[in-house]
């Protein structure tokens, strides 16, 4: 089960979330879209839950990456979809995609915007982790590994340990039940 706390654990921080806000995003635009005058033309609805995808996917990545290739990369990708949306909105070929487009690009940059926040929040967790287990091998380093070694000294030496003391370290437990 040890092996399974990292999934669990992006599991409860990261996908979790992520996945919800994009199913809220996604609900949240088409209802928009179902309310105001704009008529949905089939490939409508694709489109705004594919960009509700990709701008949450990016954003976790760039606000979980720990390195600014990470976040300039993710920074470039939504630029050049976003580009190519406004492209789009400006072909007479893609008149009837015309209505959508201003929708789409919000979506995604809300999208994108969810996801910096969960990718956020996961990042500050996993640093809260590091830092913790950093205070724990300094503790260990500093208090465990001296009274530990001090136990075993003693057992070693054949002299015992002082009365009612409970032992801080495995290996003497096992020597003193021996």
Known sequence: MESLNPLLHSLTYMAGPSLAAIILNIAMCLAILKLSRHKLEPGHTPLIIALCFLGTILGVIAGGSATPLGQSLVTGVLGIVATLLTYLLSK???????????????????????????????????????????????????????????????LLNHKALPENYISQCDQAKSIIEQ
Request: charged share 20%; hydrophobic share 50%; proline share 3%.
């Open 92 to 154: 007479e070929s893609a008149a009837e995609w015309r209505n959508l487009m201003p929708f789409a690009m919000i979506a995604l940059m809300v999208a994108a915007f969810a996801g910096l926040m969960i990718g956020g929040n996961y990042k500050a967790v996993r640093q809260s982790n590091e830092e913790s287990m950093a205070q724990w091998q300094k503790y260990y380093e500093v208090v465990m590994l001296p009274i530990c070694t001090k136990e075993l000294e003693l």
